[in-house]
């Protein structure tokens, strides 16, 4: 029997493993959304344990790290498809949001950030003075100049 040799085959696979194919990304895939006055993203992080995430926030970047550990050296495995290891992402927030009020929780696999949108950027209304003596002080204040 031939086998067909392809010396690329195990560096494909390595590749693989680090980068991420379309189908399965090596990165936290994510989701992220605006709902009302608050900012959502959640993380798939299946089969990570609670402990081993950690969440740090400098400035306007929002790291999130986890790790699910390697396996049993010992144990004989027929695939190994998740990927081990420290995984980490970070996310660049806008200066709309409220980086003091970060809220996380972590729930069957998904770990969810709620962000509120900071009180400077929600809409709000300016009231207009529409009385006479406001026009009156403002014709006193202002200065000729002849040109």
Excluded: C
């Excluded at 895939?29 to 006055?37: H, I, L, V």
């Excluded at 995430?53 to 396996?71: K, M």
């Excluded at 996310?91 to 969810?112: F, P």
């Amino acid at each position: 029997m031939l086998m067909r040799t392809d010396p690329f085959r195990e560096l494909d696979r390595f590749a693989n493993q680090v980068l991420g194919t379309a189908a399965r990304p090596a990165v936290m895939p994510m989701d992220a959304w605006r709902q009302g006055e608050e900012f959502f993203v959640e993380f798939d992080l299946p089969g990570i344990n609670a402990d081993s995430l950690d969440i740090d926030i400098e400035r306007n970047v929002v790291t999130v790290r986890a790790e699910r550990p390697g396996l049993d050296p010992n144990r004989e495995m027929l695939a190994t498809e998740r990927p081990r290891g420290v995984f980490s992402r970070q996310l660049v927030l806008g200066e709309n949001l409220d980086t003091e009020k970060i809220d996380a929780s972590y729930n069957e696999g998904v770990l969810r950030l709620r962000i509120p949108v900071a009180e400077r950027a929600k809409p709000r209304k300016i009231s207009i003075d529409r009385g006479r003596q406001a026009i009156n002080d403002d014709v006193a204040n202002r200065e000729v100049i002849n040109a």
